[in-house]
């Protein structure tokens, strides 16, 4: 079955990095871009941006460029988020999220089928 | 603050049906499809409805989701105490260039 699998929770220092994984099975992963989304502590879902992963081409939301970073691993169907000099609000659970569309009468219909399990990046002292 | 406003929560009994909201902009909803999203705690969310309407395959009929200018609604019939969950709309934001969800709503069944 289609599915994504992430990496485990990470415990890190301010100041420090942390790189998440997201592998893919059950479909071809050059065929759909990948999401990532995040979840702060008791708060709503916040859209990072997105990666072609056809041609490596990363997106990134307003708020997140510059210390986030999309890459991927097609040999073994796999995207990654990095995220450099955390800070204590980067306290999140992180989620990929496969993009799923249809073009209909002329629009492009997106949405996100399925989601990975979630990782839990705690940056603490 | 999220680009797409949805009530904080929801309450019905078991059995009765709830609707929740989902208000943008012709920047978002007005020119895009809306999808929905169930995300139970501690869990990732689910695919609920897509393309403003559409279920996916094992996705229960007393979900039902609805498009209208610039609203969105999803709703939920014969509720039942498996139904507690936090539930998203997201859209396009074709302004931003940006994919955007609402703040999410807290269905409660009393």
């Known amino acids: 079955q289609v599915q994504l699998v992430q990496s485990g929770s990470e415990l890190k220092k301010p100041g420090a990095s942390v790189k998440v994984s997201c592998e893919a099975s059950g479909y071809t992963f050059t065929n759909y871009p990948i999401n990532w989304v995040r979840q702060a502590p008791g708060q709503g879902l916040e859209w990072l941006g997105w990666?072609?992963?056809?041609?490596?081409?990363?997106t990134y939301a307003q708020d997140f460029t510059g210390r986030f970073v999309f890459s991927l691993d097609t040999s073994v169907s796999t995207a990654y988020l990095q995220i450099s000099s955390l800070k204590a609000e980067d306290t999140a659970v992180y989620y990929c999220a496969r993009d799923d569309l249809s073009l209909v009468r002329g629009v492009i219909s997106h949405w996100f089928d399925p989601w990975g399990q979630g990782t839990l990046v705690t940056v603490s002292s | 603050q999220s680009a797409l406003t949805q009530p904080p929560s929801v309450s019905a009994a078991p059995g009765q049906k709830v609707t929740i909201s989902c208000s943008g902009s012709?920047?978002?909803?007005?020119?895009?499809?809306v999808s929905w999203y169930q995300q139970f705690p501690r869990t990732a969310p689910k695919l609920l409805i897509y393309e403003n309407r559409k279920r996916p395959s094992g996705v229960p009929d007393r979900f039902s989701g609805s498009k209208s200018g610039t609203s969105a609604t999803l709703g939920i019939t014969g509720l039942q105490t498996g139904d507690e969950a936090d539930y998203y709309c997201g859209t396009w934001d074709s302004s931003l260039s940006a994919w955007v969800f609402g703040g999410g709503t807290k269905v409660t069944v009393l």
């Open positions: 990666i072609n992963t056809n041609t490596g081409n990363p």
């Open positions: 012709s920047r978002d909803i007005g020119n895009n499809y």
